[in-house]
Each structure stands twice: as structure tokens, then as C-alpha cells.
């Protein structure tokens, strides 16, 4: 691991609301978050695809999954963790608290603290470094992934920001929190989201008015999702999709919306060229339902081969997702109300900041913008670009 050690001048708060999306936090019930689009700069942050497994870690690692080597959470039953990553991470450069990120189980030493986040089985030296915070934590409520119920939702933010006050007084260049729950509740909540990110303004008013982050030139806060959100009403059950027109013998689902085609290099690059075509073609009410992407356009990097032949994901702007399988291509969605968007949230805040510098901003840019704050040489390898203008 690669350790800096200087004078902590530079000091960057990341909060991350997994699944927000601009449209959720623009809106009159929340003049707080109001107020900081207006103040700082705002873009919309493209996650391809919009998988929380794939997003989070190409965002600390500033690479596509093709470099970092998670395409998923699973393969057929095979699970993927943390230990499967293979690319250096935001807290390998920077003096970190890094709380409650997916994909971080199990842990790794730091120099700071890390607390892992969902798929975390117990508790225990593999889900918080170091394991001597442990204590503290349980004392708080504190949990990795609450429970998909409202109360539960609500007990996990509230142990959440009791901890964040904690640790915000402990040495750090970089804290890194994510609130996972706002994933649990615009699943399968939607439109009872409202108090939960009030919670957040509250919590960002302590930070900036009331400990006055920002009042040093050289700090900065940065917003940002992993994805997206929008309703959904409809579900498109792949398998069935491929069980029903002939591509059963031919190809494996893996994990959401991935497709890992069967043969030789010859018959999959032609049935993957005929497959892509026949999904794309999929219409209801003559509006086509699935985006489909070849390995190609969205990976690449020396563990892209790896990856999925295809990427499908149903076009949630038109209300459709992936559920339960019900043995019907569509059906009503009765399990989900809410799936992800390629579109998350980028804002930034802080007196340095004068501007973007790139039209559009992708999920991986988000390490290149940290380092730069930080003051860091960014490492040849990472494809993503810093996205702010910066004072000189």
C-alpha cells in the first residue's frame, strides 16, 4: 500500500446518498439541498452500467470494472467481495475514514478506519479495521445493511450520523461515508423518502454551519451517488426471455442483466451480435424496453475478458426493472417500486472550486477529482479525468 505522510491541510468530505438522483433532492420540502445546488457546482454523475457493485468501486479506484475486476455481486451462485478487487483505492493514497462503502467487505489495514457495508455476514476483525472500534460501534446501533422495513431504515441513518459526528473529530485527509439506505428505501419505498433525506440536510448543516467545514479555504464537500433512481411498475424477466426464444443452450445469466455467451471465440461473437440485435428489438406498447451494451463499449483493461459478453438493463424511464421471477417476460412489478438510473449526483462545494471542466462526468471520474483536491499526481492507469476547475 502506498502511504502519504504530510501536514493535513487538504481535507475532503464525500458523502455518498447511494441511488440519489438530482430530481429527489431538488425539490421545495428540502431548501437546504436547494440552497447547495445553488451554491456549488452540480452535474449529473453516469454510472454504465448502473450496478451498485460496480459503481462504488470504479469511483474509489478511478477505473472501469475492466481494470478493478467486479462486473457484479455474483456470478451464477459464485458471491464476489472485496478481496476480489484488483485496483489500488482512494484510502491506498489518502489518511481515510471510510464508512459503510459496498463492496469493502472484508476489510483491509488503512491508515485510518474502514467499516465495511453490505453483504457484511457479522461482526468481527473482516468487517471493521481496526477491529478496536468495534465497541464503539455496537454501542451506537450501529449496522451494515438495514433491514428492508421503514423503522429499520431509520434506526441504521440515525447510528449512522451519531458515528460520522464521531469520527469527524479523529485524523483524516479523506472521510468517505455512504448511506446505503437510501438504495433500500427508493426500491422498495418509493415516494416515503422525503423525512430520510431531511435527515441528511440536518446532518450537512451540522457539518458546514454549526462545525464550519468549509470555512477553511482548503476544504471541500463532495455529494455524490453510484447511480440514479426512477419509478418503476413493470418487470422483464430476462431468463424467461432467453428461455423462450432459443437462447437457453447458448447463454448464462449471470448476476443483473449480465450474459455470458457459450462456444467458441467465432459462434459467440456471432450469436452475440444476433443476440444483442434480438434484445434490442424487444417492444412494448412499439417502445423498445432494454438498453444492451457488448463488453466492449463499457469495459476494457486486463480483466475485461472476464466480464459479460452483454450488459441488458431495462430502461427504467419506462418503467420497467428486473424482479422475481414469475415464469412471464412481463409482469407487474409487485416487489419493487423504484429501480436504478444511469444518471447519480455530482456536487461539489468548497472555496477552490470555480467550475467543471468536462461535459459529461463518469462514475470513475470521481477518484481523479479527489486526488486532485487532495493535491495528489493522479496514477497513469485510472481512466477517469478530475472534474472540477480549480482555484490556482
Known amino acids: 500500500m502506498f502511504f502519504f505522510r504530510r501536514p493535513q491541510k487538504k481535507k475532503i468530505f464525500v458523502l455518498g446518498l447511494d441511488g440519489a438522483v438530482k430530481a429527489l433532492i431538488d425539490r421545495p420540502q428540502l431548501p437546504y439541498f436547494e440552497k447547495l445546488l445553488a451554491k456549488g457546482f452540480y452535474q449529473d454523475l453516469i454510472s454504465r452500467p448502473a450496478i451498485t457493485s460496480v459503481a462504488w468501486p470504479s469511483m474509489v479506484s478511478g477505473v472501469n470494472a475492466g481494470k478493478h475486476g467486479i462486473f457484479g455481486f455474483r456470478v451464477g451462485e459464485e458471491l464476489f467481495f472485496a478481496d476480489a478487487k484488483k485496483a489500488p483505492e482512494l484510502w491506498d493514497y489518502l489518511p481515510s475514514i471510510a464508512l459503510n462503502i459496498p463492496m469493502t467487505y472484508p476489510v ?152 455470458y455467451l457459450r462456444g467458441g471465440k467465432e459462434e459467440k461473437e456471432k450469436n452475440k451480435k444476433e443476440l444483442e440485435k434480438a434484445l434490442k428489438a424487444v417492444k412494448v406498447e412499439d417502445k423498445e424496453i432494454l438498453d444492451v451494451y457488448p463488453r466492449e463499449e463499457i469495459y476494457w483493461g486486463p480483466w475485461a475478458e472476464k466480464g459479460p459478453d452483454l450488459v441488458v438493463s431495462p430502461r427504467r424511464q419506462l418503467g420497467f426493472t428486473f424482479g422475481l421471477r414469475t415464469g412471464k417476460i412481463i409482469s407487474p412489478s409487485e416487489h419493487k417500486n423504484g429501480c436504478h438510473l444511469e444518471e447519480g449526483i455530482f456536487l461539489a462545494l468548497g ?23 487532495a493535491g495528489h499526481k493522479l496514477p497513469p492507469e485510472i481512466d477517469g479525468e478530475p472534474l472540477l476547475q480549480l482555484q490556482s
Open 108 to 259: 483491509r489495514p488503512i491508515e485510518g478506519i474502514m467499516i465495511s457495508g453490505m453483504m457484511t455476514p457479522d461482526w468481527g476483525e473482516e468487517a471493521v479495521y481496526p477491529s478496536s472500534e468495534i465497541p464503539f460501534l455496537r454501542e451506537q446501533g450501529f449496522v451494515f445493511e438495514p433491514e428492508i422495513n421503514l423503522e429499520a431504515v431509520q434506526q441504521s441513518m440515525a447510528a449512522k450520523i451519531k458515528v460520522i459526528k464521531e469520527y469527524f473529530h479523529r485524523p483524516w485527509e479523506l472521510f468517505f461515508v455512504v448511506f446505503r439506505e437510501f438504495d433500500v428505501l427508493q426500491h422498495f419505498f418509493w415516494g416515503q423518502e422525503i423525512p430520510f433525506y431531511q435527515e441528511i440536510e440536518n446532518l450537512l448543516r451540522w457539518l458546514l454551519e454549526e462545525e464550519k467545514f468549509l470555512n477553511s479555504p482548503e476544504n471541500s464537500l463532495l455529494i455524490v451517488s453510484d447511480h440514479g433512481f426512477a419509478p418503476v411498475s413493470q418487470v422483464f424477466d430476462l431468463e424467461q426471455w432467453i428461455k423462450e426464444n432459443g437462447w437457453a443452450d447458448k447463454v448464462f445469466v449471470g448476476g443483473w442483466g449480465s450474459l
Open 351 to 373: 472555496e477552490r472550486i470555480r467550475g467543471g471542466k468536462k461535459e459529461e462526468a463518469r462514475i470513475f471520474d470521481v477518484f481523479a477529482t479527489i486526488m486532485e483536491l
